[in-house]
Every structure is written in structure tokens, then in C-alpha cells.
């Protein structure tokens, strides 16, 4: 869907204090998908966390113990970035090292609660997603 539009997409995941799975699928123009990867080491440097590359033909579950805290994200290069987490860890970092000056330029919105919309707006973006989405939905 994304890729019609001339974007990539980031996959991130956290399991980190929750009991749900959350993953997201962030868009982000096709000219700055070089600066993705970067964008996240330097993020983790600031927040003095250890990511680590997985190979790209291998699968969460493979390098993860089930139960153990982690923070993993899919490029669009095909790099997966992970960090077992095992004490601190910014529960907003997909989003902190997405929106800065490399990639989205929106530093308001490492905050979810900054992205609040009207009800009105928020209807008008779900009726142009699902208007997005037709060609690909099987049901």
C-alpha cells in the first residue's frame, strides 16, 4: 500500500511492559530510506542502548527466549535491528529515533499524546485508509 504512494515502511516491535503485542508499520519516503538505519544507531547511542543485527533470513523466536523483554525493528534495507532489554529502556524509542531530522522531521510527535486528533479527523483518516487498503484486503 505504502509503496504505491512512493514510501517504504519500518516494522518496530516492543514487548517491554505490557501484555500485548505491539507492532508498528511507520511509512517513510523512499529518498531517505539510507538514512533509516542510521537514524536508529544513533538514537541508541544517545540512549546508551546496545542494538544488535540479526541475520535477515532469520526470525524473531530464533534469537529471542519467549518471555524475555526486547525491542526489534525491520528495515526496509532488510537489516533487523534488535535489543534485549534487561533493565532501562525509553518505551518511546521506535518512535524517538523515526521522527527526528534524518527521517520524519517531527520531533513533537515522540509522544503519542501529541498526536491526538479530533474525532471528525480521526474518521476522515480511517475512511481514506480503508479506501487505501481495498486492493489489498482478501476478505
Given at each position: 500500500m505504502?509503496?504505491?504512494?512512493g514510501l517504504s515502511t519500518v516494522f518496530f516491535e516492543r514487548n517491554?511492559?505490557?501484555q500485548h503485542l505491539q507492532i508498528q508499520a511507520v511509512p517513510v519516503d523512499n529518498e531517505k530510506v539510507d538514512s533509516i538505519k542510521a537514524s536508529f544507531v544513533d538514537c541508541a547511542k544517545k540512549n546508551k542502548i546496545e542494538l544488535h543485527e540479526i541475520?535477515?533470513?532469520?526470525?524473531?523466536?530464533?534469537?529471542v527466549p519467549v518471555g524475555v523483554p526486547y525491542f526489534y525493528a525491520e528495515l526496509p534495507s532488510g537489516d533487523?535491528?534488535?535489543?534485549?532489554i534487561s533493565k532501562f529502556f525509553p518505551i518511546q524509542f521506535g518512535r524517538e529515533a523515526l521522527v527526528g531530522p534524518k527521517l520524519l522531521n517531527k520531533?513533537?510527535?515522540v509522544d503519542w499524546k501529541n498526536c491526538k486528533y479530533t474525532k471528525d479527523e480521526e474518521t476522515n483518516m480511517t475512511k481514506n485508509?480503508?479506501?487505501?487498503?481495498?486492493?489489498f484486503d482478501f476478505s
Amino acid at each position: 500500500m505504502f509503496k504505491l504512494q512512493g514510501l517504504s515502511t519500518v516494522f518496530f516491535e516492543r514487548n517491554y511492559k505490557t501484555q500485548h503485542l505491539q507492532i508498528q508499520a511507520v511509512p517513510v519516503d523512499n529518498e531517505k530510506v539510507d538514512s533509516i538505519k542510521a537514524s536508529f544507531v544513533d538514537c541508541a547511542k544517545k540512549n546508551k542502548i546496545e542494538l544488535h543485527e540479526i541475520p535477515k533470513h532469520s526470525d524473531i523466536k530464533q534469537v529471542v527466549p519467549v518471555g524475555v523483554p526486547y525491542f526489534y525493528a525491520e528495515l526496509p534495507s532488510g537489516d533487523k535491528l534488535l535489543h534485549r532489554i534487561s533493565k532501562f529502556f525509553p518505551i518511546q524509542f521506535g518512535r524517538e529515533a523515526l521522527v527526528g531530522p534524518k527521517l520524519l522531521n517531527k520531533p513533537e510527535s515522540v509522544d503519542w499524546k501529541n498526536c491526538k486528533y479530533t474525532k471528525d479527523e480521526e474518521t476522515n483518516m480511517t475512511k481514506n485508509l480503508r479506501k487505501l487498503f481495498e486492493p489489498f484486503d482478501f476478505s
